[in-house]
C-alpha cells in the first residue's frame, strides 16, 4: 500500500514554478529520499504533503486522505519536522514536546516524554529554555516533538543539518529503526551521503523530478576509474560501476604476472546526482 500518492502536482509562485507536475508514489515503511539543490522544491512539496500549503493544480493523498480538506484528521497520525524548528523559544525542551504530546492526547506522555529526552542525549538539559540550545540541540527538540504520537507518517525537511556526525549517525539509525516498524519516513536532504541510507531517492531540480531509483542502482549509473599497473606502466580506462563491466575490462589483461596492482576509482553518489542535475542543465542550455 501507498502511504502517500502524489499526481500531477503544481505549485507557483508568480513566475516561479517551485512544483511542475509531479508525480510519485511512496510505499508504506520505507524511508524515501528528497534529494536536490536549493530551490528545487523539497520544502514546498513536504509543505503541501502536511497541508500548509496549496497546491495550485493536481493533488496528493496521504495515508488516504486530504492534506488540506483532512487536515486535523491527518496531524494525529504524520509527524513533522521543519526545515527551521518552529518551537516555542520561551519553553523548555520538555514543555515543547508536552505541549505538542498534549495535543494529540499521547498515553503516558511523561514516560514518553523522558525516553525521548534521552535518546536525543537532551536529558541534562531537558528544562532549560530552548531560546539558551544550539542549532543542532533546536533540530533534535523538533525531532522529538515530530516523534511524541508514534505517527505513521514522518517528514523530516532536512533534519541532519546542523548536526555532528555522531548525532546524525544515531537518527538514521533511529529512522532505519521506524521504517522496520512500518513508519514511512519522508525526508530531504543535501547531504548526498544520506541519499545511501535511503530506501528510494528522488532527484529534485526546478520543481521537476529527474529521478527515482533506490540508491544502488543510481550509483550503478555512475562511472568507474581503472587503473592497472602493468611493468610500472600506468593504463587508465573508464567503465560503467557494474561488476559485469569490471569483468570484461580486466578480461583484456589477462592473468598478466606483470600487473602489479589495480586500482578502482568508482564514481560516489554525490558525483553521480550532481552529473544527473548538470546533464539536465546543459539539456535546457543547448
Ligand atoms: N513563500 C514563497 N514565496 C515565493 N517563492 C517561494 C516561496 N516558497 C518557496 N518559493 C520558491 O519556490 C522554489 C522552491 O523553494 P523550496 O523552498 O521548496 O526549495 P528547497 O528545495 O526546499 O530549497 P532549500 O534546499 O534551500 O531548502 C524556490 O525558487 C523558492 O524561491
Ligand atoms: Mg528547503
Request: overall charge neutral; glycine content about 6%.
Amino acid at each position: 500500500m501507498n502511504a502517500i500518492e502524489i499526481v500531477n502536482l503544481s505549485k507557483n509562485f508568480g513566475k516561479i514554478g517551485a512544483l511542475n507536475r509531479m508525480s510519485l508514489d511512496v510505499p508504506e515503511g520505507t524511508i524515501y529520499g528528497l534529494v536536490g539543490p536549493n530551490g528545487s522544491g523539497k520544502t514546498t512539496l513536504i509543505k503541501a504533503l502536511v497541508g500548509s500549503l496549496r497546491p495550485n493544480s493536481g493533488f496528493a493523498k496521504v495515508l488516504g486522505l486530504d492534506p488540506l480538506k483532512d487536515k486535523w484528521e491527518l496531524r494525529k497520525q504524520i509527524g513533522y519536522m521543519p526545515q527551521s524548528p518552529a518551537l516555542y523559544d520561551d519553553l523548555s525542551a520538555r514543555d515543547n514536546i508536552l505541549f505538542f504530546g498534549k495535543e494529540q492526547n499521547v498515553p503516558d506522555l511523561h514516560q514518553k516524554t523522558d525516553e525521548i529526552l534521552s535518546f536525543a542525549e537532551l536529558t541534562n538539559r531537558a528544562d532549560d529554555a530552548v531560546r539558551t540550545f544550539s542549532g543542532g540541540m533546536k533540530k533534535r527538540v523538533s525531532l522529538c516533538c515530530a516523534l511524541v504520537h508514534n505517527p505513521k507518517i514522518i517528514f523530516l525537511d532536512e533534519p541532519t543539518a546542523a548536526l555532528d556526525p555522531y548525532l546524525k549517525m544515531l537518527f538514521w539509525i533511529l529512522f532505519r529503526k521506524l521504517a522496520q516498524s512500518g513508519v514511512t519516513i519522508f525526508v530531504s536532504t543535501h547531504q548526498m551521503d544520506e541519499a545511501m541510507l535511503c530506501d528510494k531517492v528522488t532527484i529534485l531540480r526546478n520543481g521537476e523530478i529527474l529521478a527515482v531509483d533506490t540508491p544502488r542502482n543510481i550509483l550503478h549509473r555512475g562511472k568507474t576509474k581503472l587503473k592497472i599497473f602493468d611493468n610500472h606502466e600506468e593504463k587508465t580506462a573508464v567503465i560503467d560501476s557494474t561488476s559485469e563491466n569490471l569483468a570484461d575490462e580486466l578480461k583484456k589483461f589477462g592473468l598478466e604476472k606483470n600487473i602489479s596492482s589495480v586500482e578502482l576509482q568508482p564514481d560516489t553518489i554525490e558525483d553521480i546526482i550532481l552529473s544527473i542535475i548538470r546533464k539536465k542543465e546543459k539539456e535546457e542550455k543547448s
